[in-house]
């Protein structure tokens, strides 16, 4: 195995309309294990069993990085870091007093999914440890760049790391039959802002995409986010 690098995590929940999937990543080193989301609450048996497939423990997890404050990202984050103590949580300033509980956060999830997450608490006082900012190189899997993505939150972040020349768009784009789009109109509250946020990613040499909600993307990735981005939002 590599030294440094991007694994891909998929959880699932069952509701009556079907599985809904989602995808927090992995970026593992030497020094550090830093989880990328955390799915939806209630689940952090699923993720242990994810990260053991991929050869690791929850034990060994140093910290946590959050692309934004929406539940189905930070929603095992209390019980991680209250059933396993120590690790650093990372998000960006603009995110941050949602998360942490100053504010109610922007979003709710779908009935059907309370009705299995409710009694897991999404936030329970002060937790980010430390705060991201356009452009920071963190040394995690092997060196990653935050790109600040706003507009389907305030605080929303994407990742670029170099040596794979991988993106991970948080839910900046998704995936959906097979297809690149962008964000998810229904849950991006300022879509024009969250559309011009994908001009960013024209700075970087992007060969895979790894979207939370539909996987991973590969082919023309650059060329495919710029039409989506020139497109604008389709109402």
Known sequence: ????????????????????????????????????????????????????????????????????????????????????????????????????????????????VQLKTSHFPLVSGAVVTDTVEDGDELAFGGGVIVIETPGHTPGHISLYQPASKTLIAGDAMLIRGGQLQGPNPVQTPDLKQAYESLSKFAAYDIEKILCYHGGWYEGNVNERIAEIAAAGPQE
Do not use: C
């Open 1 to 112: 195995m590599k030294k440094s690098g991007v694994i891909s995590l998929e959880l699932g929940i069952e509701l009556p309309q079907g599985m809904w999937t989602f995808t927090p990543s992995l970026l593992y080193s030497e020094d550090e294990l830093i989880l990328v989301d955390t799915g939806v609450a209630g689940m952090v048996q699923e993720v242990s069993s994810k990260l053991k497939e991929a050869g690791y423990s929850i034990e060994q997890l140093t910290g946590i990085l959050l692309t934004h404050q929406d539940p189905d990202h930070i929603g095992n984050l209390t019980e991680i870091i209250k059933t396993y103590p120590g690790k650093k949580v990372y998000a960006h300033a603009a995110d941050r007093p949602y998360i942490d509980g100053e504010l109610p956060l922007l979003k709710q999830m779908p009935p059907t």
